[in-house]
């Protein structure tokens, strides 16, 4: 099937834990991208990267961390830095000359 | 700078009634305009895009959309609302100009059909 994996589905984080989001996409995208959803703000861009080794800061990348070491693959983590990381966690990923972009099913982050 | 306005939090609508979803955007250049849709505790589904040509543009189970550049809107739009309609719909726009394709999103509209 092609398409784009997020894992796990739900993770667990206890306070001053750092915790890796997986992305994979096997849809040959150039372009990848993290979203956090929280209730009634919609999706706000964490970081994008449009070419393997390159990545770019979103509109609220501050305790976030990413690597594109593989054009595949797209993890991101969520530092103790990140103060308030409960949320939903949305992974996409697009051709650079394309339009829309495709979306994983999530991985919801909740701090304990 | 890009933006995008769903000014309505919530639409009700009773089932066989149409539907509308209101979107405004803002974009410096020409804007690139999408609607998905989110069921709860899913990702995001590709719904329908307006790129260039027709204003009225046709997309996923039976939605469509109307560009007008006058009013800076692309209102997603329903003959016949299901009660399988309901879900959280969100309107994205990008530059078709500019130099990255990173699409800004709206807050979210959630539908809720009535039977």
């Known amino acids: 099937d092609g398409g784009i994996t997020q894992s796990p589905k739900y993770l667990f984080r206890k306070e001053g834990q750092n915790v890796t989001l997986s992305c994979e996409q096997n849809?040959?995208?150039?372009?990848m991208y993290w979203y956090r959803q929280d209730p009634g703000q919609g999706l706000r861009l964490i970081y994008y990267?449009?070419?393997?080794?390159?990545?770019q800061k979103g509109d609220i990348a501050e305790g976030y961390s990413v690597s594109r070491e593989k054009k595949e693959s797209f993890p991101l983590t969520v530092t103790s830095a990140q103060k308030n990381p409960t949320a939903f966690y949305l992974c996409?990923?697009?051709?650079?000359?394309?339009?829309?972009?495709?979306f994983g099913q999530g991985t919801r982050l909740t701090v304990v | 700078a890009q933006s995008v306005a769903q000014p309505e939090d919530q639409v009700n609508v009773a089932e066989g009634n149409p539907l509308t979803v209101k979107c405004t955007y803002s974009?410096?250049?020409?804007?690139?305009l999408f609607w998905y849709v989110q069921y709860p505790n899913r990702g995001l589904q590709f719904l329908l895009k307006?790129?260039?040509?027709?204003?009225l543009v046709k997309g996923s189970y039976g939605f469509e959309a109307e560009f007008n550049k006058s009013q800076t809107s692309f209102h997603l739009k329903k003959p016949s609302a299901l009660v399988s309609d309901s879900a959280l719909y969100f309107c994205?726009?990008?530059?078709?100009?500019?130099?990255?394709?990173?699409?800004?999103f709206g807050t979210g509209t959630l539908l809720a059909v009535q039977p």
């Open positions: 994205a726009v990008r530059d078709g100009g500019g130099a990255t394709n990173k699409l800004i």
């Open positions: 307006y790129i260039t040509g027709d204003n």
């Open positions: 990267s449009q070419i393997v080794n390159d990545f």
């Open positions: 996409a990923s697009g051709t650079v000359r394309g339009t829309e972009a495709f």
């Open positions: 849809l040959n995208h150039d372009a």
């Open positions: 974009v410096s250049g020409n804007p690139y």
